[in-house]
């Protein structure tokens, strides 16, 4: 029962079929079966039969509502990912005849001009915290070493989620500065190329509020409390995050 | 706000429709798509993941795929919709496996399904089917067939991990996926008197 080294025959390959179909063969069976199937079209064949006995296995699952997120975070996705994609030549309701019902077609498949009149809004505030978070950098190291001498006024508990399970921490928020400290320790460590991302959330949607990159940090904003009631931690791709959320909530606090 | 989704995905365009659109980079046209077979996915990931986040996850990456790949969608090779849980399948799959430590997801694995035609006939056998017609005709496979083929459906397990888990020679599993999923072929291509009783062609 030792794993065969050798080119296996051709009748092993045809067994494999199955699992093939299924997904369930590892990347040498996979390459292997790929040359089989180009010299073989009686066992070509008979894997379209059995992928297409698989396309239906779907039906044994039951629908679940997902989560009420994630239609925007995909939005969000797809709108981050439009400069690598063609830019619309019209608009999809236009072509669709209209419905018999007698309903006016543009109801149909429309933008949804609320979400995405605000996307500009949340890009020109992006960019200003960019900025604003670039020179934080340099003034963030400055302020942590101030902050230590300095009581907060007030204090906010960090609660998280599965996520994040082990982590804790708190946000201090200084009136008289106008800045919200994180303090947060024992977050999940990264993968390679991701940082933990601050948001800000007010009535629109998240704002970035900086970038960090350890699981324990201490992270300093600038930001006036009164125009935000959350403040929330999510994984994003590095070094700079992103400018709408796409990952999970870790942590988060009422401030 | 799930019932306004859920009409808004009955008044929107076929799904062929929506998926020419997004290959022309409507951002409505995918979320329609979502609206329209978003809960789909997101029970078909659950069942495989078993927890929100990763099935979460798994959906996000298969909308984005959908979003990246819509121009290579091909209907004579089946449904949009069975395109799309394919990928939400191999996204479930991926992040399993991740996970678990197992062996990647093939290289690929997509393109082996877009380039594989579907059988004579079979998209309009597909546009038929429905949910109780294939459990029926899946709960008519032997149960060592079945087993099998949920096993790595669901579980994401490869052929040489089924055959660990359950102690059974590779040639056996392998036997058992095969011929199962050859049963549910014939089942549901051929329509068999007692499984589908709603055929009622030449009266």
């Known amino acids: 029962m030792e794993p065969r080294v050798t080119q296996p025959p051709l009748d092993n390959l045809r067994d494999l079929l199955g699992a093939y179909a299924l997904g369930a063969v590892d990347e040498r069976e996979a390459a292997e079966m790929r040359a089989f199937l180009k010299q073989d079209a009686d066992a070509a064949g008979e894997l379209a039969e059995l992928m297409a006995a698989a396309s239906v296995l779907p039906a044994l699952a039951e629908p679940m509502t997902p989560p009420a997120g994630l239609r925007d975070r995909i939005a969000a996705i797809a709108q981050a990912d439009a400069p690598v994609r063609p830019t619309p030549v019209a608009p999809l309701t236009p072509r669709l005849p209209a419905p018999s019902s007698g309903e006016p077609s543009p109801s149909l498949v429309r933008p949804e001009p609320a979400f995405w009149q605000r996307a500009a809004v949340w890009a020109t505030a992006a960019a200003a915290l960019l900025v604003i978070t670039l020179g934080m950098l340099y003034w963030n190291m400055q302020l942590r070493s101030e902050i230590d001498a300095t009581p907060p006024m007030e204090t906010m508990a960090l609660a998280t989620t599965d996520m994040a399970p082990h982590a804790s921490g708190e946000v201090h928020y200084m009136p008289d500065q106008g800045v919200l400290m994180l303090d947060v320790k024992d977050l999940p460590a990264l993968p390679q190329g991701y940082v933990y991302e601050v948001w800000l959330i007010g009535d629109g949607n998240p704002v970035p509020a900086g970038v960090f990159a350890h699981a324990t940090a201490q992270h300093a904003v600038a930001a006036d409390r009164s125009l935000f009631n959350t403040l929330a931690i999510t994984m994003e791709p590095g070094p700079m995050g992103t400018t709408a959320p796409t990952g999970d909530i870790y942590a988060s606090a009422s401030l | ?203």
């Not at chain 2, 996915?41 to 986040?53: K, P, W």
């Not at chain 2, 082996?112 to 109780?132: G, N």
């Not at chain 2, 590779?170 to 014939?186: A, F, I, M, N, P």
């Open chain 2, 1 to 203: 706000m799930a019932e306004q989704t859920g009409a808004m995905a009955e008044l929107a365009p076929p799904d062929d429709e929506l998926i020419a659109a997004i290959a022309q980079g409507d951002h409505p046209a995918l979320l329609a798509l979502y609206d329209r077979h978003g809960r789909l996915g997101y029970g078909l990931a659950y069942r495989m993941l078993g927890e929100s986040g990763a099935a979460e996850e798994a959906v996000q990456d298969a909308f984005l795929r959908v979003w990246r790949r819509a121009a290579t969608f091909d209907p004579s090779r089946g449904s949009v919709r069975s395109w799309l849980m394919t990928i939400v399948h191999h996204c479930a799959i991926d992040l399993h496996r991740k996970r678990a430590g197992g062996p990647n997801v093939i290289a690929g694995l997509e393109e082996i399904a877009e380039q594989t035609p579907a059988p004579d006939t079979w998209s309009e056998v597909s546009a038929r089917l429905d949910r109780e017609r294939v459990r029926a005709a899946v709960a008519l496979l032997p149960r060592d067939q079945r087993r099998a083929i949920e096993l790595a459906y669901f579980d994401g397990l490869t052929h040489r991990e089924i055959a660990e888990r359950d102690g059974l020679p590779l040639g056996t599993v392998k036997g058992r996926l095969r011929l199962g999923l050859q049963r549910l072929y014939s089942a549901l291509a051929e329509p068999v008197p007692g499984i589908v009783q709603e055929s009622r062609h030449g009266a």
